[in-house]
C-alpha cells in the first residue's frame, strides 16, 4: 500500500510541476503526515514489540536497584513485555543518564535512577538532568539514616561528632560522589555543625558502599533507610540517627535528628526518590502505557510490602504532579547545596528559582 501511495505520488509530483499546481502538493503532504501518524499509532497499540532495555543508574544491591528490580515484574505482567535490566555506573549516575538520553525516543531504552541528575548541572558533573526526560513514574521516596560501621568509637550522633572535633580527618565518610544522597546529608551536617572535618570515600552507589561499612574500609555513610534497615535489623551496622523530623516507626529506637537539634527543622523533611524514565520526546501513547504499567505495579501488594517493610514511601506519580515533584525537588535540594558552598554553580545560572520565591 505504502509503496503504491509514493509511486503514485512520484508521477502526480512530476505532472503537478508541469502545471505549476499546488493543490496536489498538499495533499501529498498530508498523505505522508497520514502515514507517519498512523505508523506511530500502530507503534503505541502494539508496544512493546521487542524487549525493552532498563539501565539502572547504580551497582547492584543499592536502594535504587533494590527498588527496580522489585518493581519491574509486576509492571512486565501488565505491559505484557520484557524489560531487560542492566547496571550501568560511573561518574555519579551521567554514564547511564547520558545513554538512555542519546538513545532513541521510542520507549525501548528507560532510564532508572535516583535524584542524583537533578543537581549535576550546579555540581558541575554535566549538562543534562531530568528537565531532558519525561517521568514515567516517579516511584517511591526514602528517609536518609546515618549509620556506622559496628566498631566504630561512638554509638550515636553526638559521640560521632565529639570524636570527630577530637580526632580531625580520621572519620572515613561514605560517599557515592557529588549530588548523591550522602553529599546531601553530609552538607547538612556541616551548615548545622559550622564544618565537618572527615575523609570522604567515593563508591559507585550506596550498596557498595554499605558493603565496605560493614567491612570496615569506612566509619560512617549517610544512606537510605531502605538500604540499611537489613544490615541494622542484623546487627551488621549501628544507626546514628534518620533524618527526619520524626522518628521512623520502624527503628523507633533510633532518635531523629531534629530532637537534639532543631537547626535541621531548616532542611527537613528531605528525602531520596527512585524513577523511571524516558527521553524526551518519547510517544505519550507509549509513555502513558509505561506509566500505567509501573504505577500499577508501584501498588501490587507484594511490592508495597516489601517498600513499607524498608521504610520507602510509595508515591507512583506521573505527569504533571512528577514534573512538579521534580521541581520541588530540584529547588529545594540544589539552594541547599548552595548555601552550604558545595555547589560549582548557582542555581540561578540555570534559572532554578529559591524555594519561595
Known sequence: MTERIVQWSRREVTANAKTGGHLMKRFILGAASALVLGASGALAQ?????EIQGIIQWGAGGSTDTVMRSVTPHAEEILGGTVVLQNMTGAVGAIALNHVADSAADGYTLLMGAENPLLYKVMGLGERDYSAFTPVSILARGTPILVANTEAPFDDYAGMMDYIAENPGEVRFGATGPGGLPSVITGMIESVEGGLDVISVPYDGDGPALTALQGGAIDVMPAVLGASIEGIRAGNMKPLAVFDTQA????????AVTSFNEDYNTYLPWGPFFGVFVPEGTPEDV????????????QNPEFTELMDSRGYSIMAI????????LTDWQQGTTWLLQDAGLTKN???DFGIARPGE
Open 318 to 325: 506521573s505527569g504533571d504532579e512528577a514534573e512538579q515533584f
Open 248 to 255: 521512623n516507626d520502624k527503628l523507633p529506637d533510633v532518635p
Open 346 to 348: 548557582s542555581p540561578e
Open 46 to 50: 502494539d508496544y512493546p514489540t521487542k
Open 287 to 298: 509513555v502513558e502505557k509505561l506509566s500505567n504499567a509501573y504505577n500499577e505495579a508501584a
